[in-house]
């Protein structure tokens, strides 16, 4: 356990609304991953931070962005959510040995 | 870039049988290989990893991988399957300069009684 929370677990909403999703860890690592994971597709990385205030794109970063004010949290923002955003979303951090640990995720459906 | 391959989407093995997923890479650097498992609705839980040390490498659960760099594969096995190991299972590569997983798209792992 590497001391990864999500919230919200589950979230339901309509298109075009604003989604925040929360990534929060208690061990002070610097590295941090915002992925999502869709049946044939694996996960795949949305937007990553290597420190406070510090990010940058993944492989599908199109109508996502992020925010990391605090060590800590690292936040997920679905400006305008469409349907195609609909998914499990999982965060991560870069623990021992450059090794990822997951958090519990998150599934977001977009009505 | 990095990618990952898993050959098959879904395995399906008998109790006691033999598992094994298949896994190839392609890196432009030497790369580091992990193997991750997810049961249902829950997060994603490192099996074993390869980071230039041994080929073999032993993880939890009583799975185990092989680097064979003339394949660029990792395939990974357990010689005897249990009903628990029903999962869904992911191979992923990191290249040895940045710290970004690639992931192949999962095989799912049915055990049968």
């Known amino acids: 356990d590497a001391g990864i929370t999500q919230s919200p677990r589950h979230k339901v909403t309509e298109t075009g609304t604003p989604v925040t999703l929360r990534c929060h860890q208690t061990?002070?690592?610097?590295?941090m991953y915002w992925y999502r994971q869709d049946p044939g597709h694996g996960l795949r990385l949305i937007h990553y931070?290597?420190?406070?205030?510090?990010?940058d794109k993944g492989e599908v970063s199109d109508g996502y962005s992020v925010s990391r004010s605090k060590t800590e949290d690292f936040l997920l923002t679905l400006e305008s959510a469409t349907s195609s955003q609909t998914s499990v979303y999982f965060c991560?951090?870069?623990?021992?040995?450059?090794?990822?640990?997951f958090g519990p995720g998150t599934r977001l459906t977009v009505l | 870039a990095q990618s990952v391959t898993q050959l098959g989407s879904h395995v399906s093995v008998s109790e006691g049988a033999l598992v094994l997923l298949r896994c190839n890479y392609s890196?432009?650097?030497?790369?580091?290989l992990f193997w991750y498992v997810q049961y249902p609705n829950q997060g994603l839980q490192l099996l074993l990893k390869?980071?230039?040390?041994?080929?073999l490498v032993k993880g939890i659960n009583g799975f185990e991988a092989e680097f064979k760099k003339s394949e660029t594969s990792f395939h990974l096995t357990k010689p005897s399957a249990h009903m628990s190991d029903a999962a869904e299972y992911f191979c992923?590569?990191?290249?040895?300069?940045?710290?970004?997983?690639?992931f192949g798209a999962g095989t799912t792992v049915t055990v049968r009684a």
């Open positions: 991560a951090i870069r623990g021992l040995e450059d090794t990822q640990y």
């Open positions: 061990e002070n690592h610097r590295y």
């Open positions: 931070s290597y420190g406070v205030k510090d990010t």
């Open positions: 890196s432009s650097v030497p790369p580091y």
């Open positions: 390869y980071t230039s040390a041994a080929t």
């Open positions: 992923a590569v990191r290249s040895s300069n940045d710290y970004k997983l690639s």
